[in-house]
């Protein structure tokens, strides 16, 4: 069974600058999250998405982030425009519907400059 | 609100040698338990998890954690630290609900001498 996919592994920009991150979850799992991990800390989750719906983005900063999740299976989240304190690592779970166990992919490492 | 503690910081061991790594937590009640994982680079790994039953959970790679509800901890162990083990590792809390929030600690640091 495949893991979590993350694209991209890393991305360097200079700030004021959109990026955007693509995650592909575990085929079968309905809940996907995106969670934020600053460094030498554990990741703080940013939204959680049960299909198609995100049913949890109390915090997710929506003056400049946002999420999608179209098809309820790959999703992609954006900042626009990136600030340097956006420095950090993105990382995707996804998990069945209604289980506890969260399965994470490999993260995505945002530089800002 | 509920909070993770993880306790150290950094940890170094001898290989071979053995490791336990601590986790205590606050929570209005017992909560869904995991240890995860992360070696550079790479994403978080399940190493072990408790919901109910016995309090002794046996994981991957040799890990195990015990819970005890008395002290509200849940730490981590293994009797022989191999060179691989050299990562980063996160205990996290989830609520018993339909909102599997989880709230991580920040983390211990071990590194493994030869």
């Known amino acids: 069974e495949a893991g979590v996919v993350q694209s991209p592994r890393y991305k360097i920009i200079e700030k004021k600058q959109p990026v955007a991150f693509w995650c592909n979850p575990i085929s079968g799992h309905n809940t996907l999250y995106w969670y934020l991990q600053n460094l030498g800390q554990g990741p703080e989750l940013l939204i959680r998405y049960e299909n198609e719906e995100a049913v949890d983005d109390s915090q997710l900063p929506k003056d400049r982030f946002s999420a999608e999740r179209l098809k309820g299976v790959d999703s992609t989240l954006k900042i626009q425009p990136a600030e340097l304190g956006d420095s950090a690592v993105y990382l995707c779970?996804?998990?069945?519907?209604?289980?506890?166990?969260?399965?994470f992919g490999p993260g995505t490492r945002l530089l800002v400059l | 609100a509920q909070s993770v503690t993880q306790p150290d910081i950094h940890i170094t061991v001898s290989e071979g040698a053995s490791l336990e790594l601590r986790c205590n937590y606050s929570?209005?009640?017992?909560?869904?338990l995991f240890w995860y994982v992360q070696s550079p680079g790479q994403g978080l790994q399940l190493l072990l998890k408790?919901?109910?039953?016995?309090?002794l959970v046996q994981g991957i790679k040799g890990f195990e954690a015990e819970f005890k509800r008395s002290q509200s901890s849940f730490n981590l162990r293994k009797p022989s630290v191999h060179w691989s083990d050299a990562a980063e590792y996160f205990c996290a809390v989830g609520p018993r609900s339909n909102d599997y929030k989880l709230s991580f600690g920040a983390g211990t640091t071990v590194t493994v001498r030869a």
């Open positions: 408790y919901f109910s039953g016995d309090t």
């Open positions: 929570y209005g009640a017992t909560p869904y």
């Open positions: 779970a996804s998990s069945r519907e209604n289980q506890e166990t969260q399965y």
